[in-house]
Each structure stands twice: as C-alpha cells, then as structure tokens.
C-alpha cells in the first residue's frame, strides 16, 4: 500500500528527502533538506508520482493540469499524462505568476494546480489567482509533500502523498551544532 511511509521511503531513496545537519536559506538549521529535482532526473520515478496525484482526482473530469514553473513543470505534465489530459505551467511574473507560452485557461475548464510541495502556499496560491481570473473551475490541488501540518487553507480541495516536518532552529538553539555535526549548505 502507498501509504505516508511508502512515501517516506521512495523520498529518500530517490534523494529528495536528505537527512543531516542543514544550512537553510532563512540562516536556520535543519536536519532534513527536500529538494525534488532529482525524482524528476528519474523518468519512473517522476511517472510514479505523477500517477499517484492523479489517482486521486480521477473521475473528477479534469481537463487541464497546472503547475508553477519550476518545480511543477515535469509533476503537471506526468499526472496530466496519467489523467490523458492536457498540461501547462505558470510562470514567475514580477510578484506575481502568469500564462504565456500561448497558454490560457477558459471561464469554467475543470483545473487540478498541482506542485511538489506546499510549506507557505505562496506559488500554488499565485497559481489559484490565475485560475480564478480566468473563471477556471478548480476541482482540487494535488502536491507531493505538505510540509505545512495540514494548515494552509487555500479555500480549494488540498490532498498531498504524504506529510513532512522540516524543523528549523536558530543557529543557538541548534541540537545538531550542539552534538557537533558538520553543516552543510546544500545546493539548491
Ligand atoms: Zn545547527
């Protein structure tokens, strides 16, 4: 079954979910690091989530799958594939996302927003704005990972594969600099 530990798993064998002693960009620390590309080097890998995603919105009559460019290029156009529907992206325009690329959405398309991961909401939110412009009828957003608690409300349906904390501390609270674990500042 492919549940939050089947998951898990997959996570760290493909290399998303690193586990150590990080150097995050805010400056705290952390002792996991997510970074999805790597799935995504994987094309099995990359099949398999998409297909779990749209699993769940099956039967939904999805006609278009969106994702904010970067991270939800490759994850659209694999649960798009698996839907047998089609797939655009949104892209990063000033403060906000935009459709270009001759991309556009019609008063009433059924969208599923699909993303790698939630933590603020911000891009999957700035991908909702779009839809709702274009008067899109949003069935749900499909994400890998929620590392938000279950606690961001983005006034849609939200089902994620799995749940994952990513604790932060402030360099002097730091539990792994007191064990005295090397840092690493990961590449992302
Ligand atoms: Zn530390």
Redesign the pocket.
Known sequence: MRDHAYWLERLKKWGVLREG?FLLTSGR?SNRFLLFAPAFSLPPAAEELGQAIAEQFQGQGIETVVGPAMGGVLLAHEVARALGVRSIYAEKDGERMALRRGFSLRPGERVLVVEDAVSTGGSVQKVLDICHEAGAAVQGVGIIADRTGGSVDLGVPLKALLTIEVPS?A?PD????REG?P?ERPKA
């Open positions: 002693h620390h501390y360099p730091c539990p792994l600099c674990r840092l």
